[in-house]
């Protein structure tokens, strides 16, 4: 019989059997095959006309609207190039506010009133379309009245095919225009920062005419065998094991990290990587993480919104091809306890179309006074709306990761190394608040402008326990957890920082209307954003506890609980920020707020449930077997010792039963309290209430009950365990 005892030593073995997977290895050059299911520059100029192609890429390169002739024009070459490459179907591919990406697939074969067959595509279903989407959240944005959703092309991200699929990127907005992914406002942020930080070049380079946002998005995973996943219903519905005792080694050693890549699993890179650089994803790094069964991957940057569409894409990607490796990946952020956590760091910089870096100091005097500047507003930036910027990638999943190991904690600092704290710190000393003489400004160029790069850090000037710190030509927002959509926290970093771009630029205006030279301007007004930015800039650990009460005296707002968190969307701050560079409205940021809050109590009730059927449905009973075994054996040496020596030679016996007895009855009661929890949050009228209640009342027990469980572990018989083990999850490859 297969029980899910038996299935724990059923998935060792099967474990055990499944070697690495080794086919379907592409034995070609990457660049052969690089790209080749994308509809790229290269596939648009092949199929195009020459009028449609050039209207096309400026609509690329330059956001202009595609009128419905050419968008004609478009899809019938896009058609063809799919067909020709074996695509049947089509589909709007989107990012819907549940954190996944979504399709609906549609056949391009037609049939006429002659019962004719044709592939048809037209720039009218490449441009718009409606999916039936109403299950999708938005946060009470649809009402069922008007539950239709518009998706529309966005012609920047590129199209490309997956399983005979052409799949086109889009928006996707409500009928009456407001977001309901996260595209439509990454878009309009990369719009804002566009703005205001090519005005801000323009001090310095009349050559600028575009800034673009790149970003490298370092993704990390677990890997385990699907057939101890199986065995683990409580990986199976939440993604993350609610319960398991540490095993006695697992991440101490620290013979995981960039160890060799075991077989099985460089296998299943490869596979993947193959599928990925198909679609134009530019991997680059691979490499072991800290916690057993923990890797990460990560690309080469790129122009963010690509950015962040490949990351979806990967990750699909991966999920897939594990299956067919006998694996399953989790991105969950905490699936282990008591191990390393997953992040997705953003490494976020701005590009100039003229292709200059903006975060990385330059050869001359002048270069480098635009370096301070983007740097120190994007500081600016996060002391202003660091509370914001974290509460973004805030989820449930995250905040069991934050603050744990090897995770920043909830409070946004920034690290710059020594070297540029230093900088910061001359800079604002050798800055004179009256009119500077010649010699000092010349000073002040050449000494401590115009040496930068040469005392610049190299990447060994690092703190990894800073949740945002630069890494010598970008800044690494490294508190984003690895499930996230990497939109929700850089449409923030963007919206802020054009803020401040804005706002230094009119102050340099300001003090040049007073009539102060350009560069002294640049220079008062850096200094002033220097002095004001110090509580922000931290070098010392940020996992100490100790920067948790230096925080709080600095004034830095540190998030209180994560029902707290989803609030900072609608703060008033967060409002006239969002509503100034029209990325959200209003009406939009309670939604987000509404769908935060209901995401939290929908997982968090899973998550409940689950450990509550478990504990009720395998441990507790495994428990009773196991002590009445010991029943059966306390009463043998009773009827053999009788009494004189029954005490002695039961003792042991008799303390597991009484302990075992203690856990199970702690593991009954605090389910039965846990449930009771539920049904009083449940009754709450808006998800922010049962957030709250759920946050407050329902959370506490996972922890708790979880503990007791993790006890019984410990004591019962081995063969009788039913779910598989840390230790067999962690350690098998
Ligand atoms: P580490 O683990 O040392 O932080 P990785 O090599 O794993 O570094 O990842 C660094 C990421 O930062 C890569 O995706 C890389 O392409 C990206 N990156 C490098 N330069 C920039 C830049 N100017 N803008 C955005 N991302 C960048
Ligand atoms: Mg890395």
Known sequence: MENYQNLRFSAISNCLKHHAKRDHIEETNISEYFASNVFNRIAMRQYLSKEAFEILIQAIDGGEKLERKHANQIAIGMKNWAIEKGATHYTHWFQPLNGSTAEKHDAFIEIDKDRNTFENFSGDLLIQQEPDASSFPSGGLRNTFEARGYTAWDPSSPAFIIDETLCIPTVFVSYTGEALDYKTSLLKSQEAINETAVEIC?????????????????????????????????????GRTLMGHTPAKDQQLEDHYFGSIPIKIAAFMKDFETEAYKLGIPLKTRHNEVAPHQFECAPTFEEANLAIDHNQLLMSLMKKIAKQHNLKILFHEKPFAGINGSGKHCNWSLMTNTGKNLLS????????????????????????????????????????????????????SVFLGNTLSNVLDSLENSISETKMTPDEKTDLKLNIVGKIPEIMPDNTDRNRTSPFAFTGNRFEFRAPGSSCNASAPTTVINTAVAQQLKLFKENVDLLISNGI?????????????????????????????????????????????????????????????????????????YARNEILNEEFVKKLQIESRVLGDIAINHIIPTAIKYQNILIENIKGINSIFKDENFQEYS???????????????????????????????????????KAISYNKYVLPFLESIRYHIDKLELEVDDSMWSLPKYREMLLLH
């Open 202 to 238: 323009q001090l310095f380079d009349k050559n600028v005419r575009n800034v673009s946002v790149s970003l490298g998005l370092e993704q990390e995973y677990f890997v385990i065998d699907s057939a101890l996943f199986y065995a683990r219903p409580d990986l199976i519905q939440t």
């Open 651 to 689: 003792q042991t016996q008799l303390k597991i039963l009484k302990d075992i007895s203690t856990h199970i009855n702690e593991i009954r009661s605090q389910t039965t309290e846990m449930i009771q929890a539920r049904k009083n949050a449940n009754k709450l009228d808006s998800y922010l209430d």
């Open 517 to 589: 030279k350009k560069d002294e301007a640049i220079f008062q007004t850096l200094k002033k954003y220097i002095k004001e930015t110090k509580d922000i800039r931290f070098e010392g650990n940020g996992y100490s506890s100790e920067w948790h009460k230096e925080a709080k005296e600095r004034g830095l707002k540190i998030i209180n609980s994560i029902t707290d968190a989803f609030d900072a969307y609608t703060s008033e701050e967060s409002k006239s920020l969002f509503k100034e560079f029209n990325i959200f409205s209003e009406k939009e940021l």
């Open 361 to 412: 100091p330059g050869k001359t005097p002048r270069n480098n006074l635009q370096f301070l500047t983007f740097f120190v507003c994007t500081i600016k930036a996060a002391l202003k709306h660091g509370y914001l910027l974290m509460s973004s990638i805030e989820s449930l999943s995250n905040s069991l990761r934050l603050g744990g190991q090897e995770a920043p904690p909830a409070i946004l």
